[in-house]
């Protein structure tokens, strides 16, 4: 499975941003896939889940402004993001999972400033 997000780019603070990662290869068989992030110096962190049928997973960092969705026919997700900080800049980076094994894009860069 390969993975090719896009979308992020430089957002004011308060702004919004959608996020998209299509999936290639064997993504018929994707399980779940989601979103994390990386920020410098700081640790890979979840964002949020989708599953095939599409029951979604976040954490309380970003409940309420961040909402993942999945189109299947394009074996596509995306995450909208909304009311950005400068805190959400970071390297985000799509995932998938197929069974036990996990797979990652290469990771978009997301910069909130004004």
């Known amino acids: 499975v390969q993975l090719q997000a896009s979308g992020g780019g430089l957002v004011q603070p308060g702004g919004s941003l959608r996020l998209s990662c299509a999936a290639s290869?064997?993504?018929?068989?994707?399980?779940?896939m989601g979103w994390y992030r990386q920020a410098p110096g700081k640790q890979r962190e979840l964002l949020a889940l989708?599953?095939?049928?599409?029951?979604?997973t976040y954490p309380d960092s970003v409940k309420g402004r961040f909402t993942i969705s999945r189109d299947n026919a394009k074996n596509t997700v995306y995450l909208q993001m909304n009311t950005l900080k400068p805190e959400d800049t970071a390297v985000y980076y799509c995932?998938?999972?197929?069974?036990?094994?996990?797979?990652w894009g290469q990771g978009t860069l997301v910069t909130v400033s004004s």
């Open positions: 995932y998938a999972r197929i069974l036990t094994t996990h797979y």
């Open positions: 290869g064997s993504s018929f068989s994707i399980n779940v």
């Open positions: 989708i599953s095939s049928v599409g029951s979604t």
